[in-house]
């Protein structure tokens, strides 16, 4: 008896593991996106992603019937979790002392040129300084539009802008980004 229960027990669990990377696979973009657009900080993303997820797969663990609408299901759950963080954040922010242990880098490959991989380290550094001085939802269209890859006609929706706003906030800061670059180039 002992092992037919094990053998259900195996079962449910490599079913509901299988729901949940289905539900993943469907809803991982939208929901991406969407905690791109909420966040407060783009450093958040990657965390509150994967804690919503989490929260999905227990959710999918529990439950004995298919959910029916997967979207809405997964959407309610990462709203709850960007409240949640952000609450939880706060009160974090009050309790630890700041500032952040600083991150080493990556072990460089021997196949590349070490000079210019610092060259171009050092350039997105600078780049990444400049935009993080920019108002908040210019850093999300710069995330969304370069390391999502997501349009600008999307990026407008999401953010619920019209998209020559979306094309002003883009455009405009690449073209000081660039002048800034000439005038360094020049000296």
Do not use: W
């Amino acid at each position: 008896m002992s092992d037919r229960c094990h053998q259900r027990q195996k079962e449910v669990s490599t079913t509901d593991r299988t729901d949940f990377e289905k539900i993943y696979e469907r809803t991982k973009e939208s929901t991406h996106r969407y905690i791109a657009a909420k966040c407060f900080d783009l450093g958040d993303i990657d965390d509150i992603f994967q804690t919503a997820y989490l929260a999905v797969y227990e959710a999918v663990i529990r439950r004995s019937e298919p959910i029916p609408n997967e979207e809405a299901f997964v959407m309610l759950i990462t709203k709850r979790t960007l409240t949640r963080y952000y609450s939880l954040a706060a009160k974090l922010r009050n309790l630890l002392p700041s500032g952040r242990a600083p991150e080493l880098p990556a072990d460089i490959p021997d196949s590349i040129d070490v000079e210019e991989e610092l060259i171009t380290r050092e350039l997105i550094s600078e780049i990444g300084s400049r935009l993080s001085r920019k108002p908040l939802i210019t850093r999300k269209i710069f995330y969304l539009y370069y390391s999502r890859e997501i349009t600008l006609a999307e990026i407008a929706a999401l953010l619920g802008m019209k998209e020559t706003t979306v094309k002003k906030y883009l455009y405009s800061t690449l073209a000081e980004i660039r002048r800034f670059y000439e005038r360094r180039d020049r000296s």
